[in-house]
Nanobody, 124 residues
Framework: QVQLVESGGGLVQAGGSLTLSCVASGRTFSRRAMGWFRQGPGEEREFVAAITPGGGLDYTDAVKDRFFIFRDNAKNSVFLQMISLKPEDTAVYYC??????????????????WGKGTQVTVSS
């Protein structure tokens, strides 16, 4: 079972930036689709962004043009660069891998491995 470890969360003012990192164990990272989800206070976990092994991208509308997902296969890592942060971006951010199907990538139940999350807090 692949292990995922997120880092890079923290407290930032509205309008600020953060970049989250997720490191995966194992030797098959380059063949894995990777995703980011988030769960705000009192909310359900929601899809944020995903990237295919070939670099195909998907973003939820709420973060388009503000968040950018990218990967570095040499480092077994996927990143989420976040700019122009808003208080509503406050959440625990989770890294995930191995969606059962790319078609259902926006459903958290479709992803088979998860990290423990990293907290992002955006103050107004």
């Amino acid at each position: 079972q692949v292990q995922l470890v997120e880092s890079g969360g923290g407290l930032v003012q509205a309008g600020g930036s953060l970049t989250l990192s997720c490191v995966a164990s194992g030797r098959t990272f380059s063949r894995r689709a990777m995703g980011w989800f988030r769960q705000g206070p009192g909310e359900e976990r929601e899809f944020v962004a995903a990237i295919t092994p070939g670099g195909g991208l998907d973003y939820t509308d709420a973060v388009k043009d503000r968040f950018f997902i990218f990967r570095d296969n040499a480092k077994n890592s996927v990143f989420l660069q976040m700019i122009s942060l808003k208080p509503e971006d406050t959440a625990v951010y989770y890294c995930a891998t191995d969606p059962i199907t790319w078609y259902d990538r926006r459903r958290d139940s479709d992803w088979q491995a998860w990290g423990k999350g990293t907290q992002v807090t955006v103050s107004s």
